[in-house]
Nanobody
Framework: VQLQESGPGLVKPSETLSLTCTVS??????????WGWIRQPPGKEPEWMGA???????YYNPSLKSRTSISRDTSKNQFTLQLSSVAPRGTAVYYC?????????WGQGTQVTVYS
């Protein structure tokens, strides 16, 4: 399985960030597998943001839940992260990954910089 993140590298404060993860070599509708997002700001630990499972049920970090939405397009085997009202502290490398008794693999990550 391989995952590839895509989306804008620069976002302005208060805008909505939208990132897409394209999955190859496996289906996002596979039972007992979830697909999620984490982000890692410079010099900090990774932060789990949320996930979506095979049935389309979503799970969110409570601290981000009010601003986060994860959806999917099964026809394209993709899932998408939307984070509203981004702030400069949202500058980070964003990763998508596959979860099944542990998280692996992860995509290579995509740098997102929030600037004004």
């Amino acid at each position: 399985v391989q995952l590839q993140e895509s989306g804008p590298g620069l976002v302005k404060p208060s805008e909505t960030l939208s990132l897409t993860c394209t999955v190859s070599g496996g289906s996002i509708t596979t039972n007992s597998v979830v697909w999620g997002w984490i982000r890692q700001p410079p010099g900090k630990e990774p932060e789990w943001m949320g996930a979506i499972d095979a049935s389309g049920t979503t799970y969110y970090n409570p601290s981000l839940k009010s601003r986060t939405s994860i959806s999917r397009d099964t026809s394209k085997n993709q899932f998408t992260l939307q984070l509203s009202s981004v702030a400069p502290r949202g500058t980070a490398v964003y990763y998508c990954g596959r979860g099944s008794e542990g998280w692996s693999p992860w995509g290579q990550g995509t740098q997102v910089t929030v600037y004004s």
